[in-house]
Nanobody, 116 residues
Framework: QVRLVESGGGLVQLGDSLRLSCEAS????????WAWYRQPPGKQREWVAN???????SYANAVRGRFTISRDNTKNTVYLQIDSLKAEDTAVYYC??????????WGQGTQVTVSS
């Protein structure tokens, strides 16, 4: 079993920066693809970014240029750097891990609230 633990969320001001982390623990064997999703209040969960095992990353149009996903394979950890925070970035952020293209795991979510 694999467990994902997120951290780094909180209440921030417009224009601030924030870094979210998500660490995986447990039996992790195989090619890992990390992703971040978010769920704004009253809306469905949406994909934000992902990063492949080779380091190639992709971003949703709404966040490209302000969000940066990165990973530390030695720590089984993925990060999401969020710059120039906007009100519409307010959401619960979830990390997602796919191993070997078969197994999928989710974190418990971390709240990010952007205040003006």
């Amino acid at each position: 079993q694999v467990r994902l633990v997120e951290s780094g969320g909180g209440l921030v001001q417009l224009g601030d920066s924030l870094r979210l982390s998500c660490e995986a623990s447990g039996s992790i064997n195989g090619i890992m693809v990390w992703a971040w999703y978010r769920q704004p209040p009253g809306k469905q969960r949406e994909w934000v970014a992902n990063i492949r095992a080779d380091g190639f990353s992709s971003y949703a149009n709404a966040v490209r240029g302000r969000f940066t996903i990165s990973r530390d394979n030695t720590k089984n950890t993925v990060y999401l750097q969020i710059d120039s925070l906007k009100a519409e970035d307010t959401a619960v952020y979830y990390c997602n891990l796919r191993i070997g293209g078969v197994w999928e795991y989710w974190g418990q979510g971390t709240q990010v609230t952007v205040s003006s």
